[in-house]
Each structure stands twice: as structure tokens, then as C-alpha cells.
């Protein structure tokens, strides 16, 4: 076996088995070669060049040690190529030329021809890095939008080749191939009822449906993208999510004109090849460059919020768990100084910053019932000083009102009740006022939290504001 660059990890291990516990102790990011269903599904996709890549190895550096254990093990230098400095750069500005060309008005076929030997190789994560180049240097990201699936057309023939690998049931993206799998079927079933006569209802039937896929885009873009962006691919990610919106806003205007009787066939053939494109784009771009770029560990990450946002038609079969040493389920990075939540990492200044200013007034009484904490917002709805902090609550409201306060207090800890509101009118305004229950993971009371919120002005909107308007 030559070794350079392209040579996949499959390959590698399938002809060097002995290389597995070398990668490891090499690198603590190629722990996940430990488990056997990662070797055989993400390593056929995974090259030298990228694993070094996401390890954050050199790969010059990567291919002359395996180099050296190989010699080492068997006695005999292997073949090595080493990368030439300039040879990934020519390639992607090779690649740039043909998309400018395309968006210039030349004839894809003409391209392909022309560019036949530099096309036939090309890899998805080489479309994302030429993509984010010309849109680095000025091409408008509506213009590589426009164009996309003539791009995506010019490099069929490549990306044919780059199949997604059997992936263990519950992976992200054997889950979202999965919910591809359902969309398909829909769209199938609104074209086989437009061909039908009187299939109107059948198409706002499966319309409402197919709307569910809106799910499905929101955990590429909520938790997929914002990883890629990370390896700096982040054009393609905006051009992917404008398409996204494209697909939403026609399933929502078929399915408004459905609901008034009947779908143009053009708007329905329209609709149901931009699916369709979205998933080809989705399964021999968008996955295999992913895959080639996230290690296990940042896949538990975008796995870890999947619940959260839900799936769509279709559940997981099973919950799937990153193998790599030292993932939990907390994948944040520490950072001194910081408080670490259950989404996010905030420092204390962050906090106090966030509190006073949410467009609420909040308080909070601990479990024995005395105030913990109130957000001194600049115009507070009820006034409140420091001196109150530590104070028993049912001492800080007047004789009136107290009953209804330990009647609150009471259904809370006894667990009858998570939520109390009430609404007044005071000085001219509409005031809100909520109470809820705080409870641990275990379900045990823990404190109340009171928000009140002034919604005079909430209550007289009327009618849409879908621009920014700051006059």
C-alpha cells in the first residue's frame, strides 16, 4: 500500500491491523478506533487527512510516524507521499474556476468535460471549502444559492461515490437518513395524489405532514451547522439553511392553497423536487463532510440535544452513546470562572447581566421559604431593597394578601399544584403576575419563583411586524 494523504482509515487498519493501538496511544482522538462499529462505518469515509485534521495533528507529521511503525513492525519501509504545501489550495482554486465559470453562464456539460480528471476525485468536504472560499472573497451567498444545485450537478459523478457508511442505529445521522427515508415516501404519496382526480384532500393531508420536516431541519441547523462552523465551514451552512427556508415557505403556501381547494401541479412538482434535491445535497455533501470532519466526542454533542428539538416522523431505535474515552454528558469545555448549566456556560457577571435585563421582574424564595434573590431591573413593577433578602416571604406581604401567598406555598411543596397567576390593573396598566414551583431532577420542591411582567403594550399589538422597523 503507497500511503499518503487519501488513503482512508479502513484501508489502513485492514491492511496494517497492528496501526489501531499505535493511532490510540498517538492520539487521544483516534480513541474511538477502540470501537469496533466506528472502524467499520465512520473509518471508510475518514481519511489520513482528515483524522489528522480533527485530532489536530499534522498530517506530514501523522503519515511519517505511521510510516516509522510500520518499518518498525514489519521490517519494511512503506511507499510515502508526502503533501506538497500547495497542492490542497491548487485543488480548490482549480475547483473555484469551474464554479465561476458556472455562474458566469457556461454549459455544466462543457465544464465537465473539460474538467473531467479534477471532477471525478472531488470529495464533499473540497465542495464546502471551495464554497466558503469564493464567498470569503466577495460571491454574494445568494448567488452560490441560486446556483447550487447546478453545482451540485457539475460534481454528480464524484459524489455518487461517496456513500454514507452503515452507521449504528441512533447516530444523528442514521436517524436523519431514516427521517430522508420518510420524506421521500411523502412527497412520492403527494404526487401520486395530484395525478388522481379529486386527490385534493389527500394532498392537504400529506402537506401537513411533509410540514413536520421542519423538525428535521431545525437539528441540522440548531446543532449540526454551529459544529461545522467551528471547522470553518460556514458558507455552505447559510446556503443550506436559505434552501431549508425556501422548503418551509412552499410547504406552507401548497398547504394554504390546498386548504382553499387545489395546488397548482406546477407548485407541487416544484415542492417535491426541492425535497428531494435537499436530500441528495444533504446525504452526498452535507453527511459525508460531516463525518469526515466532527470527531466521535462532537458527535455525542449534536447527538446530546436531539431529544430536545424531536424528530421527525420517526423515532431513533436506539439510544446511541459516543465511545470515545472521557465523553459524558456534559461536552462543554471548562472555563475558569464559569458557571456550567445545563445548555451553556455563563459567568456570574453574565448572570447578573442576563437577570436584569429579561423584560420581566423576577424574585425567588428558597425552600424555607425565605427570599433568596430579585432582579433589580431599572423600572421594577413592585419595588423591592436589599433588606428583604433572607427575610421570611410571608412577612413581606401585607396582612391582605398573605393568606393566598401560603396557600400557594402550600399546594407547591405539597405537589398539587406546579403554577399560580394572577392579573391587575394598576396606575393604567395591565400587570401579570406568575408564580411557579421549582423542582430538582428528582422532582423535589426546591423554591418558588415569582415573575411578574407589565403587558399593557403586549396586549395592544394587532396584525404581523415581519421587518425590522426602528423608526
Not at 423535589?444 to 411586524?465: F, K, M, N, P, W
Request: with cysteine; proline share 5%; net charge negative.
Amino acid at each position: 500500500m503507497k500511503l499518503h494523504a487519501g488513503v482512508n482509515i479502513h484501508a489502513l487498519l485492514k491492511e496494517y491491523p497492528f496501526l489501531k493501538d499505535f493511532l490510540v496511544a498517538y492520539n487521544s482522538h483516534f480513541s474511538a478506533l477502540s470501537n469496533p462499529v466506528m472502524r467499520r462505518t465512520l473509518g471508510r469515509i475518514a481519511t489520513i487527512s482528515k483524522a489528522a485534521a480533527i485530532s489536530g495533528a499534522d498530517v506530514t507529521d501523522l503519515l511519517q510516524a505511521l510510516a516509522g511503525e510500520i518499518e518498525k513492525q514489519t521490517g519494511k519501509m512503506p511507499e510515502l507521499e508526502l503533501p506538497s504545501a500547495s497542492s490542497e489550495a491548487d485543488r480548490i482554486e482549480e475547483l473555484k474556476k469551474i464554479i465561476r465559470e458556472l455562474h458566469d453562464g457556461a454549459d455544466p456539460k462543457a465544464l465537465k468535460a473539460r474538467f473531467h480528471d479534477l471532477i471525478k476525485d472531488v470529495a464533499p468536504w473540497e465542495i464546502g471549502k471551495m464554497e466558503q472560499s469564493l464567498m470569503d472573497e466577495g460571491m454574494p451567498e445568494s448567488e452560490v444559492k441560486a446556483l447550487c444545485g447546478i453545482h451540485v450537478e457539475v460534481f454528480k459523478e464524484s459524489l455518487e461515490k461517496k456513500v454514507v457508511p452503515g452507521l449504528p442505529a441512533g447516530h444523528p445521522v442514521h436517524t436523519l437518513m431514516r427521517e430522508n427515508r420518510e420524506a421521500e415516501r411523502i412527497v412520492a404519496g403527494i404526487e401520486e395524489a395530484a395525478r388522481e382526480e379529486g386527490g385534493g384532500e389527500k394532498i392537504a393531508e400529506l402537506l401537513d405532514e411533509l410540514g413536520r420536516i421542519d423538525v428535521h431541519y431545525l437539528k441540522k441547523e440548531n446543532q449540526l451547522f454551529p459544529l461545522l462552523e467551528t471547522k470553518g465551514i460556514e458558507g455552505p451552512t447559510k446556503v443550506m439553511w436559505a434552501l431549508d427556508d425556501d422548503i418551509r415557505t412552499m410547504i406552507k403556501d401548497a398547504a394554504g392553497k390546498a386548504a382553499e381547494g387545489e395546488v397548482p401541479p406546477a407548485e407541487i412538482d416544484a415542492l417535491v423536487k426541492e425535497v428531494r434535491d435537499m436530500v441528495y445535497k444533504e446525504e452526498h455533501i452535507l453527511f459525508p463532510m460531516a463525518l469526515e470532519a466532527l470527531s466521535e466526542e462532537e458527535w455525542g454533542k449534536v447527538s446530546s440535544g436531539e431529544e430536545e428539538l424531536g424528530y421527525a416522523w420517526i423515532e431513533p431505535e436506539q439510544k446511541w452513546q459516543p465511545a470515545a474515552a472521557g465523553v459524558g454528558a456534559q461536552f462543554l469545555a471548562e472555563k475558569v470562572g464559569s458557571l456550567n448549566l445545563d445548555t451553556g456556560q455563563l459567568s456570574p457577571e453574565q448572570v447578573n447581566l442576563l437577570l436584569t435585563h429579561l423584560p420581566v421582574d423576577i424574585s425567588f424564595v428558597d425552600e424555607k421559604d425565605e427570599v433568596a434573590y430579585y432582579s433589580q431591573t431599572p423600572e421594577r413593577i413592585f419595588p423591592r431593597s436589599p433588606g428583604i433578602i433572607g427575610r421570611r416571604v410571608q412577612n413581606c406581604h401585607p396582612p391582605k394578601s398573605v393568606d393566598a401567598v401560603v396557600r400557594i406555598l402550600a399546594e407547591f411543596k405539597a405537589g398539587n399544584r406546579d403554577e399560580a397567576e394572577f392579573w391587575i390593573q394598576m396606575r393604567g396598566r395591565f400587570l401579570h403576575i406568575r408564580y411557579f414551583a421549582m423542582r430538582d431532577g428528582e422532582g423535589q420542591y426546591r423554591g418558588c419563583l415569582e415573575v411578574s411582567q407589565d403587558v399593557t403594550d403586549i396586549r395592544a399589538l394587532d396584525g404581523e411586524r415581519r421587518l425590522l422597523d426602528w423608526n
